[in-house]
């Protein structure tokens, strides 16, 4: 519906692509069901460790707070820990693949110093792109996949590259809305690779 479409927030899609609010919602409300951060660590160099933080209730993701930041650095550990505390979460979920592990023993201490949440790492499997796209695209159609408009500025704003410099291409939208199966598809996409294992982690849960 051409009256939902929200003009106010930053679109960075395909020429085309546009951005709708939602048509109806209930009055009724409920308790969030689940509520956890997933972290995608880097290693070394441009990537960036994507995070995000996803609610769910009645079938529905929730995405609340998304973003990127820079390595194991501890004033990155720590932003991840208050992250925890801030959206009260009870699982922080991690990708064990990079290091083996690592990253939760270095995360644990400082996790529990501000947050007593329960750490949980998750294996990804096969080829990224088609990962990617199997585990986002049925949600993505049916449309269980809510955003609040926040997360849709904040990540334009924090879209930056190792120097600081704006950079759409650390941007989750830009890493969803250019997506493909082919190997390689797009520059960077550890913001979209973390909302997709947090996506899959509750779909397998």
């Known amino acids: 519906n051409r009256q939902n479409r929200n003009e106010e927030l930053p679109n960075v899609g395909m020429?085309?692509?546009?951005?709708?609010?939602?048509?109806?919602?209930?009055?009724?409300?409920?308790a969030y069901q689940g509520k956890i951060l997933v972290i995608d660590p880097s290693g070394r160099g441009k990537d960036e460790t994507g995070w995000c933080i996803l609610y769910t209730l009645n079938g529905y993701i929730y995405l609340m707070d998304a973003g990127g930041t820079r390595g194991y650095e501890e004033k990155s550990l720590e932003f991840l820990a208050k992250k925890a505390k801030q959206w009260q979460v009870q699982t922080v979920v991690f990708e064990s693949n990079f290091g083996d592990g690592m990253f939760g023993n270095v995360f644990q201490p400082v996790l529990l110093k501000h947050h007593p949440a329960q750490l949980e790492e998750i294996r990804a499997r096969g080829m990224k792109e088609v990962r990617i796209c199997?585990?986002?695209?049925?949600?993505?159609?049916?449309?269980?996949?809510?955003?609040?408009?926040?997360?849709?500025?904040?990540?334009?704003?924090?879209?930056?590259?190792?120097?600081?410099?704006?950079?759409?291409?650390?941007?989750?939208?830009?890493?969803?809305?250019?997506?493909?199966?082919?190997?390689?598809?797009?520059?960077?996409?550890?913001?979209?690779?973390?909302?997709e294992l947090g996506v899959e982690f509750l779909r397998d849960r």
């Open 134 to 195: 199997d585990t986002l695209e049925p949600v993505l159609a049916s449309h269980r996949l809510v955003i609040r408009d926040e997360v849709i500025r904040q990540d334009y704003q924090t879209a930056r590259d190792a120097d600081g410099k704006h950079a759409l291409k650390y941007s989750l939208f830009y890493q969803m809305t250019r997506m493909s199966r082919e190997k390689g598809a797009v520059a960077h996409d550890d913001r979209l690779d973390a909302l």
């Open 15 to 30: 020429k085309g692509d546009e951005i709708y609010s939602f048509h109806t919602a209930s009055s009724n409300t409920g």
